[in-house]
């Protein structure tokens, strides 16, 4: 456990399906690749898609296509390399996107991940998906409106690690074969009209709550599906029974088919704050919360279910893809936050000895992790609650009445939040890789003391810990976080944390969002990096502080601070600044508000002048972090 997150286990047979995909893109690109394909193939489901909400429509400009790689600056669009027109990931999900599913698709030569997630698209899954989807890993089609049967042909997609296809109208039985699907982690078909048998997987647990409200549905882990009657060698009674049986069975079948209505009626009826999962292990009996914090009083289980109403939705707090997160009220006014974790492979030992070890990590800006209970095959982790919620939607959700955050404010929750991730990278034992840095993963407590959550919890959804496991299931973090060399090197690297830190510090200083720029031009396509260095290049790098900032005495500082979030963000790993390099220069330029007045981090030598620390890092070359 010691070298929990510094050791690497190499899992071969993942590593051999990498290979072996990696090798077939080369043959099938020598023979048959063709830039123009994907290109084609985004064009096709651009117009094949309706898209009212103008996302797709302002970003994929096909008119400038002069430059290879251009398609790499859609937005949703995730390619091998930037300077290449070769799409890995088509990320679309919570667009408002209507139409049925785009066989266009089927262009994007090598793709790996489609997400159309939350959207509107309707009509069946193609009958022969396996080939518009030859080398996909991850296909998100959840909360549509997907009608028909699931196809027995995405059996042959052989690659899939995740495959999700609840809220939607699919109808009859999931095809048995997907069970043999080998590279299966992650199977849901909630809320959908399925029934019949569930399929038995070959390596994967997939739990009850991956099929919920489907009321026909049966088998392991279900209840058992009735067994057949016993068969008779006689002849003469089978005879004798045929037109029996025949009528009995179409009174059966209709008796069914209002049974099963009323049923999943009086399903939605009896779950409607969705909550069923956890009325489902009220009452089982030995569950204990386990608490790491001495100052905290001891919680029950039967604490936790009253503190959140059972986990009703009306409690929920945040969603993400590590799980749910509910607020939770004790008796005596306590606040604490309860998530419920999603995907994780390890037994109730390997849980349990992994969250020992997340206990013991504890510093300032870090959400405390206060304890953890496990419930049948339910897995809840106990924080600290944080009252002003996320620092993404303090800076973009701004609503009336609430608080304007005024540069200082930036400053400090900048400074901090870096001093938590050097912290993470640098100091602790053992020593963090975040992988999915974002401004929904910094919290704010009452006194707005950022505090970075998530941290080590993709061991937890990997436990066999490659770095190649975040591409094996199709997770490359937040969409406009993400660092260009992650999809070309498949590797989680502190450089990459550096990256997505940095395009967070870019969203305090100008308030825009990572993927969308509301003041940059009409005709400008990027995101808010692209932006960045774009007005970089042209010498215009002033434009994109926020306007709400400047001229109230810290515009100097507001340069600065921008200089130090650029080079975070610059295309080539190794000049970037280590996170303790950031948290040290960001310290320089906040000293005038006196905000650090101890250290966790050991600093070697005096901060010294602003100035010439923020241009440091652009007159040398930065060693490698960690």
Known sequence: MAAFFTRVTFDFGVLSTLIRIFLLLIVRGSLTYSAQSDVDCLRAIKGSLEDPLNYINSSWNFDDSSSEGFICKFIGIDCWHPDENRVLNIRLGDMGLKGEFPLGVAGCLSLTGLDLSNNKIYGNIPNNISKLLEYVTSLDLSSNQLSGEIPVNLANCTYLNVLKLDNNKLMGQIPAQIGQLGRMTTFTVTNNQLSGPVPQFKNATIHADSY???AGLCGDPLPPCRGSSKKTNSAAIVGAAVGGVTVAALAVSIGMFFYLRKVSRKKKEEDPLGNKWAKGIKDAKGVKVLMFEKSVSKVKFSNLMKATNDFSKENIIGLGRTGTMYKAVLEDGTSLMVKRFQDTHYSDKGFASEMAVLGNVKHRNLVPLLGYCMAKKERLLVYKYMSNGSLHDKLHLVKAGHEFMDWPLRLKIGIRAAKGFAWLHHSCNPRIIHRNVSSNCILLDEDYEPKISDFGLARLM??????????????????GYIAPECARTLLATPKGDVYSFGVVL??????ERPTYVA??????????????SELSRTSKLHDAIDESLVGKGYDVELFQFLKVARNCVLPAPKERPTMFEVYQFLRAIGQPHNFTTEDDILLQSDIGDADQLVELIVARGVKEAC
């Open 212 to 214: 919920t409200n489907n």
């Open 462 to 479: 990997n436990p066999i810990d490659t770095h190649l496991s975040t591409f094996v299931n199709g997770e490359f973090g937040d969409l």
């Open 506 to 511: 870019l969203e305090l200083v100008t308030g």
């Open 519 to 532: 003041k940059a031009p009409k005709s400008f396509n990027g995101n808010l990096v692209e932006w960045i």
